[in-house]
């Protein structure tokens, strides 16, 4: 066996290895035969002989050729490489391709193959994903192109089904970047807006920067129906471009529906995007659409600057509204500004407004940690067309600083409402205003046996309260002292037990001289025992004294609670916690509450819980939730809920999932969930689904009680998210396509 090395005239280097070599120096061909291999850059070769051209540059191989190239491996019975143009021609080609994008492996033939690396053409191809030698199904092309990671596009396309055409397109293509396909089925079906109808959509490709869909639909209320898609590319810009339109032979309105969208895209920096939607068309399930959305957006960065503008309006002349927003935003590395305006107004009388503007900034300043951040919102609403607008704003400035010995906060913030027109008592309205406040934070200490934190602060308060046993409003203003310490600390004690404590005291001093103390502690104890036993013992207490001008600072301030929580555990199989308390302040008991876990191995799982109610002398609802796996393939969940008092189940539900069979021939699956009727008593079907293996289809049966509708669907089990099928319910009868209608439902189900 010789394996030398040869090169090209054009040195294009090839290595070839053969049992028997020969090269005519007259006529410049090179012939390799017996076990012959080559290898051309990405291309392998493997034939009964070889023979290259070294003059013209060209390579044949023929006998028991196999082919190996890059995403691709394949039998034929020749091939001819070009090693100029860099292109292969195979005869009576046959691969088994795997892809990403497709359950299972792709088998494909064509007569004749041209590999021209970015593209691959085909000629009288068929492709499948069933291996069988006679395929139940296959789609057949007079020519195809197939694009690597990007698509494949076939031309006059025929799909049959056991060697029986069933469907013709004259042109046919798969996405691998986004999954689509032109083979989509026609849409049968009907309902009480648009009666029978036909919606079929036919999806195009004119190059890779030109793509899109055509929609044609009979409905025999509404009439014919048409329109399409359009999807561009322009350099690095894009758009899209939608357009429908029906002549409504029952009102006789001619609808429409558009939508279109365009982004520009200048250099790196700058995006723009532009949209507007119009629909004035009959809505699927009654009535009416007549509006129109329209937007603007920018989007800019130069140097640490980033900046983004938005326009949106939306009019809606079917509630006679409409609507403007106006947004814009500012980053400059740690600085954030943004304002907000949106109007909106009733068209008819009374006319009615709302307008709402918000500005925010923030930013850092260069000196001492410190930052500041401030909003203003403003809020005017008009009730009756003419009359003068209530405003209300709200305001507020805040400033930071972050020092390694301390945290200080300075907060300020206003509401007015301008031109002193104010509002009545039954407005109800309510605010409270900081003039200001000042917060300082010292970083906690650590004294080892414990930790010591403190707030200290500062400030005067305006609080708008509404009184409704007089319905009045009451103003206070008053200024306010605060100081807060707070310690914590965790020591171990004998027998796997640890104690945290956890003390506090808040003391209020008032401007008018009122006062305030709030003492609160925290202390649980944690015991686990010999690995199966848990306790933890939960004390919370707060105990308020004085008196408080104030309402927002009044409540939750008297509490006290103990709790206890017992767990027996066997490693993460078995758990059974049962956990009750006492509140001091109400002298109440709380529920005693059992839960069970149970999770021996993967085959069953049980969670269970209830509870007793010790004031009342009633027991809780025992819920458990139950799954059953005995066997692979066999799944059985049920859950219920049981009232203990009357002896009676109020809910039980379960789902059965199991699969049977061990070839294709013989293989089904189940699923069934049931839902216990309370008024019957009784367990009802809810839901059933019978899939039947088809081999490289399933066929799927579905019942659905709730919705009183069957479904029969078939899919290829290389494309599970593309199934066809026949469905009859409440909603009329359909024949679901290979995805969801794309024509004027497809707009109106975004809404």
């Known amino acids: 066996m010789l394996l030398p090395v040869v090169s090209y005239a054009n040195e294009t280097p090839v290595q070839l290895k053969a049992d028997k070599l020969s090269f005519d120096e007259n006529t410049g061909m090179l012939t390799a035969k017996g076990s012959t291999e080559?290898?051309?850059?990405?291309?392998?070769?493997?034939?009964?002989?070889?023979?290259?051209?070294?003059?013209?540059?060209?390579?044949?191989?023929?006998?028991?050729?196999?082919?190996k190239s890059g995403d691709y491996s394949g039998t034929a019975a020749s091939l001819t490489y070009n090693s100029s143009?860099?292109?292969?021609?195979?005869?009576?080609?046959?691969?088994?391709?795997?892809?990403?994008?497709?359950?299972?492996?792709?088998?494909?033939?064509?007569k004749k193959l041209f590999d021209k690396k970015e593209k691959r053409i085909g000629l009288d191809g068929t492709g499948t994903t069933c291996e069988y030698l006679d395929p139940h199904y296959d789609v057949l092309a007079q020519r195809f192109e197939y694009y690597p990671d990007d698509m494949i596009i076939g031309y006059n396309a025929t799909f049959n089904i056991a060697d029986?055409?069933?469907?013709?397109?004259?042109?046919?293509?798969?996405?691998?970047?986004?999954?689509?396909?032109?083979?989509?089925?026609?849409?049968?079906?009907?309902?009480?807006?648009e009666g029978d109808f036909i919606k079929t959509t036919l999806n195009y490709r004119l190059n890779n920067d030109n793509w899109g869909s055509i929609f044609l639909d009979e409905m025999s209320i509404k009439g014919f129906g048409k329109g399409f898609e359009h999807n561009y590319l322009s350099g690095r810009n894009d758009g899209s471009l939608y357009l429908y339109n029906v002549p409504e032979q029952d009102t006789g309105i001619n609808s429409w529906a558009t939508r279109f969208k365009q982004n520009f895209y200048i250099k790196d920096t700058t995006k723009m995007s532009f949209?507007?939607?119009?629909?004035?068309?009959?809505?699927?399930?009654?009535?009416?659409?007549?509006?129109?959305?329209?937007?603007?957006?920018?989007?800019?960065?130069?140097?640490?600057?980033?900046?983004?503008?938005?326009?949106?309006?939306?009019?809606?002349?079917?509630?006679?509204?409409?609507?403007?927003?106006?947004?814009?935003?500012?980053?400059?590395?740690?600085?954030?500004?943004?304002?907000?305006?949106?109007?909106?107004?009733?068209?008819?009388?009374?006319?009615?407004?709302?307008?709402?503007?918000?500005?925010?900034?923030?930013?850092?300043?260069?000196?001492?940690?410190?930052?500041?951040s401030s909003s203003f919102t403003s809020i005017k609403n008009t009730t009756i067309e003419g009359a003068a607008a209530e405003e209300k704003i709200y305001s507020q400035i805040d400033l930071a600083q972050n020092q390694k010995l301390y945290n200080l906060k300075i907060t300020q913030s206003w509401f007015q409402t301008p031109g002193g027109n104010g509002y009545a008592p039954a407005d109800n309205t309510e605010y409270l205003e900081k003039l200001p406040e000042v917060i300082l934070n010292p970083v906690p200490a650590d004294f080892k046996l414990f930790q010591l934190s403190s707030s200290f602060g500062y400030g005067r308060y305006h609080e708008v309260k509404y009184m409704p046993t007089t319905n009045s409003i009451r103003n206070f203003i008053s200024g306010r002292f605060s100081e807060t310490l707070r310690a914590t600390a965790s020591f171990p004690l004998?027998?796997?037990?640890?104690?945290?404590?956890?003390?506090?005291?808040?003391?209020?001093?008032?401007?008018?001289?009122?006062?305030?103390?709030?003492?609160?502690?925290?202390?649980?104890?944690?015991t686990s025992l010999l690995s199966f036993f848990n306790n933890n013992v939960d004390y919370n207490r707060a105990i308020a004294d004085g008196n408080t001008p104030f309402f927002f600072d009044s409540t939750g301030a008297n509490l006290q609670t103990i709790?206890?929580?017992?767990?027996?555990?066997?490693?993460?199989?078995?758990?059974?916690?049962?956990?009750?308390?006492?509140?001091?302040?109400?002298?109440?008991?709380?529920?005693?509450?059992?839960?069970?876990?149970?999770?021996?191995?993967?085959?069953?799982?049980?969670?269970?819980?209830?509870?007793?109610?010790?004031?009342?002398?009633?027991?809780?609802?025992?819920?458990?939730?139950?799954?059953?796996?005995p066997y692979d393939k066999f799944r059985w969940d049920i859950a219920s809920s049981y009232d203990l008092n009357i002896g009676r189940l109020l809910t039980a539900s379960s789902l059965l999932?199991?699969?049977?069979?061990?070839?294709?021939?013989?293989?089904?699956?189940?699923?069934?969930?049931?839902l216990y009727d309370v008024a019957l008593q009784q367990f009802q079907i809810r839901d059933?689904?019978?899939?039947?293996?088809?081999?490289?289809?399933?066929?799927?049966?579905?019942?659905?009680?709730?919705?009183?509708?069957?479904?029969?669907?078939?899919?290829?089990?290389?494309?599970?998210?593309?199934?066809?099928?026949?469905?009859?319910?409440?909603?009329?009868?359909?024949?679901?396509?290979?995805?969801?209608?794309?024509?004027?439902?497809?707009?109106?189900?975004?809404?």
């Open 38 to 67: 080559a290898h051309f850059e990405d291309l392998t070769i493997e034939a009964d002989s070889i023979i290259i051209d070294t003059n013209s540059n060209l390579a044949t191989a023929e006998g028991n050729l196999k082919i």
């Open 164 to 193: 029986i055409p069933v469907l013709y397109t004259p042109i046919f293509f798969y996405s691998l970047r986004k999954r689509s396909t032109s083979l989509l089925f026609p849409v049968f079906g009907s309902n009480r807006v």
């Open 563 to 629: 709790t206890d929580i017992v767990t027996f555990y066997y490693q993460n199989k078995y758990k059974i916690t049962f956990d009750s308390g006492y509140n001091f302040v109400t002298r109440k008991k709380m529920d005693i509450t059992g839960k069970l876990y149970i999770d021996p191995e993967k085959r069953l799982h049980i969670y269970m819980v209830t509870g007793y109610d010790l004031e009342n002398k009633i027991w809780r609802s025992w819920s458990t939730n139950l799954t059953l796996l």
């Open 494 to 526: 004998i027998l796997g037990t640890t104690i945290n404590l956890a003390g506090g005291l808040d003391q209020y001093q008032y401007d008018p001289g009122d006062q305030r103390y709030v003492k609160s502690e925290h202390h649980t104890l944690n």
């Open 85 to 110: 143009s860099k292109t292969v021609e195979i005869i009576n080609f046959f691969a088994a391709l795997k892809s990403t994008d497709v359950k299972g492996t792709v088998y494909l033939t064509a």
């Open 688 to 751: 059933l689904a019978i899939t039947k293996d088809l081999h490289c289809w399933e066929s799927t049966f579905a019942y659905s009680d709730f919705r009183k509708e069957f479904r029969i669907s078939f899919k290829i089990k290389a494309f599970p998210s593309q199934p066809i099928g026949y469905v009859t319910g409440n909603q009329g009868t359909y024949f679901d396509g290979f995805f969801k209608d794309q024509s004027l439902q497809g707009l109106l189900q975004q809404k």
């Open 657 to 674: 999932d199991f699969e049977i069979g061990n070839c294709w021939q013989n293989s089904w699956h189940f699923k069934i969930s049931h």
């Open 275 to 372: 949209g507007y939607e119009y629909l004035g068309i009959y809505a699927i399930y009654g009535g009416r659409f007549d509006q129109t959305k329209s937007n603007f957006n920018i989007d800019h960065k130069y140097g640490k600057n980033l900046i983004n503008l938005g326009y949106n309006r939306f009019d809606n002349r079917i509630s006679n509204m409409d609507a403007y927003t106006l947004n814009y935003n500012h980053k400059y590395d740690n600085t954030v500004a943004s304002f907000l305006y949106d109007f909106q107004a009733s068209k008819n009388s009374p006319r009615r407004t709302s307008t709402t503007e918000r500005v925010n900034y923030s930013t850092p300043i260069p000196h001492g940690g410190w930052s500041v």
